[in-house]
């Protein structure tokens, strides 16, 4: 368990870094509590598979990344063959926002990430 934190939380860091983006932004934009948030990236915390998710959203992640994310935080990865991963998979592969996702997730009956 310590080592998935460790692994979470060092993958999120070389994503920021690729992607140009400062952490303080991700946590707002994945609308988490900032404390929360700072925790999750510095490994203090683990995330459970959706707020993984609204990170990923958040920093529009690729579906290898998002799925590479999840690994590293001991969740499962999104799975096609699942309707609510599906429309996941889906507004990822549009680059929907997390907003947008979650809109499609309502409309299709699916719980929301957020």
Do not use: P, W
């Amino acid at each position: 368990h310590e080592n998935e934190q460790h692994n979470l939380s060092e993958y999120l860091q070389e994503l920021l870094e690729k992607k140009g983006l400062k952490r303080s932004e991700v946590v707002k934009a994945a609308g988490l509590n900032e404390t929360f948030g700072y925790q999750i990236f510095t490994g203090q915390r683990g995330a459970k598979r959706d707020k993984v998710l609204q990170i990923a959203l958040a920093m529009q992640l690729s579906l290898k990344e998002t799925d590479r994310l999840l690994q590293a935080a001991g969740a499962n990865e999104l799975y096609c063959k699942n309707r609510r991963d599906a429309i996941i998979i889906f507004a990822i592969d549009k680059g929907y926002s997390l907003q947008k996702t979650d809109e499609e997730l309502y409309r299709f009956g699916e719980d929301t990430i957020c």
